[in-house]
Structures are given as structure tokens and as C-alpha cells.
């Protein structure tokens, strides 16, 4: 953990009394006051719904600026990343903190390959779940699950922090894609060692015993980028369910569920999925570019453009660009002329030129184009959100070891400002009206 430094204080003057709180500033120049004695010294809690002002940790995993649209892991662009590393290694240097060698990368990549396979038993499991279950909810269950099969990670050397975190990133692939076979009715294929990553991913989700499976090097590699742009991003809705839950002293699998529970949510994971229901209404009701930028403004009008804007980047976000590269070269490869890329990019095109969308900071985001290429590569609606779990699972790791190795942190317990009815005087049943 690298040091924060005290740069300054605020003063806070209530009730005739003054208050002094520490300025903290991160390695980045980023500042946060010190509150933690707050309620102590003046019986004041914030007020903060949805924590857009409140620091809950000091992290040194990702760094975000949204004003700047600048996002790097452990200090490295996610421009660099995303076109010269495979997903796995951007995995190894969010949990370790630094890119692996040759040979650690080796080390990790059998790693792997060996904790691939799930246990026979969990296997019943699926059999259990009815044909339309949805995938998240499969995968949550039987995350969960893995800890009645595999033990716990207390606070391990490094090389039980490299099994675990192998067993949990290849299972979780494994799981996927049987999630999915279990859906559509039809035998699960074993991973194979003589695949990487990806590759067994895809080979998994589309191979069958009646179809070989062609697996296309540009559509790994489309696959690889969009895995590592979504491998981590700061303190979100599913990774602080993650440090929330791992804040009780919960297992990891327990933690990693109820990141998948809260990254199910349409709001969080779910808004690739919301892009494409978009792009198909507009296609289905034959609306034109200035027709959706139209309802776009008026709010009266329930009609979104969804996958535009960021709670963070008040500017374009840079993981929107890679995946915008990404879906073109998987469409060019497989010579799909795609209707809902076309109005995409029009949209696109419309809202960064309208002074509407550029005063209010809504530019497309990553999820605006990642719906797309998932979309032309085979995937189904329903496994967007499996697909961007798998992704954030390195990060989702990090930050829980990152939080059980920090001497600073209790578990999470937020205050609220109550609002309900004042002390009222109990009648026996026998009185009340």
C-alpha cells in the first residue's frame, strides 16, 4: 500500500465550536478529508446517497480520472494494456501488483489449466436448475458453492494466493459457459489444456459433439481486450458489495457472489444488454437519428440513449474507444453488415456533435459497443452479464486481499439519517382500534 500524506486541514465551525480534520492526498493528487472522528467530536454523520463523495478505502489497484477520462491499472494506461497484453496477465497485475515475466506467466497460465475442471459433484447441481434459469443466477449460486468443495483463503503465502486466485478465474469460465449449456438443452463441453483462456471459453460455449467449433484468432483477441477493459474500476456498486461483504470476515467465493448478485443489476452490468434492446426497439419502431435525439431531450419522454454518459468520466471514456475498435474488427473479419452498429454509430456521431448531450458530459461509454461484438461473435443476451463477471473477477480478487491485508479497515457499517416516527406509546391488541 503506498503511503498517503497529510497536506493540509479544513476546518468545519458548528455550534460555536471549531473543528480540525486532516487533508489526505494520494499518490495521484487526489484529496480526500479525514472524517473518521467526525460523529465522535460533534454527533454529525454525511449525508451521502450513493457514496458519490465518500472515500470507503485508500487503494492502490486502479486509478480513475473521470474529468480526464484516464483509467490504468497499478499505474499502467489501460491504452497500453488493452492491445499488448491477454487478459490473464492484466489478471496477474491486478492481484500481484506487477506484470509477470515469461515464467511466471507460465507458472500461472498451468496453474490455470489444472483448476479448470469443476468437482463431478457440482456438476449435479446444473441438472437441478430449470431450463430457462438465468445464467447470473446459476453462476452466483455456484460461486458460492465452490467453498463447500474448495478450502478457504485465509491470509496465504503467495502461492496459495496464486491457486486460489487461478481456481476462482478458471472455474468461473468453466461455470459459464456450462450455465449456458445447461439453458440451451445441450451436453457440456471439458475444458482442454491445449487451449488458452479464451479460447476455452469460446470453445466451451459453441463446440458440441455434432459441430466442431472454428476458433477465429481476431475474435480471442476482440475477446481478450473487452475481458481486460472491464477487469477492474475503482470502488463500483459490485465491487464495493464485494469489500462490504469481505468486510465481515466472509470467504472469498461468499464475497465474489455477491459481487455477481449486485453486478446483475441493470444498472450496473446489465446496461450492455439495455444498448441492444435500445438499438433493436429504434430498428423494430423505425426511428430515425433525429427522431431518438429528440425523445433523447425531452423529459417527458421515458426513451433513453442508453450506454451514454459514466458516473465517473464527465468526459469519453477510454475503455469506449478500445471497444469501438474491438466491435469494428470482429464485424470486418466476419463480414457482418450490421443495422444496430449502423444506428450506433450514427447515434454516436449525432450526440458528440449536439451541445445538448456535450453540456450535460454524456458520452458513450463502454458498454455502448461491447453489447455489439458479444452480439456478433454468438453470445447471447442473457450471458452479457456472466461475460462481464468473468472480466471483473481479477479485480473483484485484488480488492478483497488488498482490504484483508489493510490494518485500517473495520467492517462496513453506514449511518443513516432516520425519519420515521418519533417514540410512541405501545396499545395492547385488545385496545387498538
Not at 10 to 19: A, I, M, N, R, T
Not at 184 to 209: A, D, R
Amino acid at each position: 500500500m503506498e503511503p498517503v500524506k497529510q497536506v493540509s486541514n479544513v476546518e468545519l465551525h458548528y455550534e460555536g465550536k471549531v473543528y480540525s480534520y486532516p487533508v489526505i492526498e494520494g499518490t495521484e493528487k487526489e484529496r480526500a478529508i479525514n472524517a473518521q472522528s467526525l460523529r465522535k467530536d460533534t454527533g454529525l454523520i454525511s449525508y451521502d446517497p450513493g457514496y458519490g463523495n465518500s472515500g470507503s478505502c485508500i487503494s492502490n489497484i486502479t486509478f480513475i480520472d473521470g474529468e480526464k477520462g484516464i483509467l490504468r491499472y497499478r499505474g499502467y494506461a489501460i491504452e497500453d494494456l488493452a492491445p499488448q497484453c491477454t487478459f490473464i496477465e492484466v489478471a496477474y497485475l491486478l492481484v500481484h501488483g506487477y506484470l509477470p515475466n515469461q515464467s511466471q506467466l507460465t507458472h500461472f497460465s498451468r496453474l490455470l489449466n489444472r483448476n479448470s475442471l469443476i468437482h463431478e459433484d457440482m456438476r449435479n447441481f446444473f441438472r437441478n436448475y430449470p431450463e430457462h434459469a438465468h445464467p447470473m443466477a446459476i453462476l452466483s449460486a455456484m460461486v458460492v458453492s465452490l467453498s463447500s468443495f474448495y478450502r478457504e483463503l485465509d491470509m496465504p503465502a503467495s502461492e496459495e494466493i496464486d491457486l486460489t486466485v487461478a481456481r476462482l478465474l478458471s472455474k468461473i469460465r468453466t461455470l459459464a459457459a456450462l450455465s449456458y449449456k445447461q439453458s440451451i438443452g445441450e451436453p457440456h463441453i471439458y475444458p482442454s489444456s491445449k487451449l488458452t483462456y479464451v479460447e476455452n471459453f469460446l470453445n466451451m460455449m459453441f463446440s458440441s459433439p455434432v459441430a466442431n467449433y472454428e476458433i477465429d484468432p481476431i475474435q480471442v483477441r476482440a475477446f481478450n481486450k473487452l475481458l481486460i477493459l472491464h477487469a477492474d474500476h475503482e470502488q463500483n456498486c459490485s465491487t464495493s458489495a464485494v469489500r462490504l461483504v469481505g468486510s465481515s470476515g466472509a470467504n472469498l467465493y461468499a464475497s465474489i457472489s455477491a459481487g455477481i448478485c449486485a453486478l446483475w443489476g441493470p444498472l450496473h452490468g446489465g446496461a450492455n444488454q439495455a444498448v441492444i434492446e435500445m438499438l433493436e426497439a429504434i430498428r423494430r419502431e423505425g426511428l430515425t437519428i433525429d427522431k431518438c435525439i429528440e425523445k433523447a431531450k425531452d423529459k417527458n419522454d421515458p426513451f433513453r440513449l442508453m450506454g451514454f454518459g459514466h458516473r465517473v468520466y464527465k468526459s469519453y471514456d477510454p475503455r469506449a474507444r478500445i471497444a469501438k475498435e474491438a466491435c469494428q474488427d470482429v464485424l470486418n473479419k466476419l463480414g457482418i453488415k450490421d443495422e444496430l452498429l449502423d444506428i450506433a454509430m450514427q447515434l454516436e456521431e449525432r450526440a458528440l456533435n449536439d451541445d445538448y448531450f456535450k453540456e450535460r458530459n454524456l458520452y458513450p461509454n463502454v458498454d455502448y459497443y461491447t453489447g455489439i461484438t458479444l452480439r456478433a461473435m454468438g453470445i447471447p443476451t442473457n450471458m452479457f452479464t456472466v461475460f462481464f463477471a468473468i472480466g471483473r473477477m481479477p479485480g473483484w480478487i485484488a480488492h478483497w486481499l488488498e482490504q484483508k491485508d489493510d490494518k485500517d479497515q473495520k467492517i462496513g457499517r453506514p449511518r443513516q439519517v432516520y425519519s420515521g416516527p418519533n417514540l410512541r406509546e405501545f396499545v395492547p391488541i385488545e385496545q387498538r382500534p
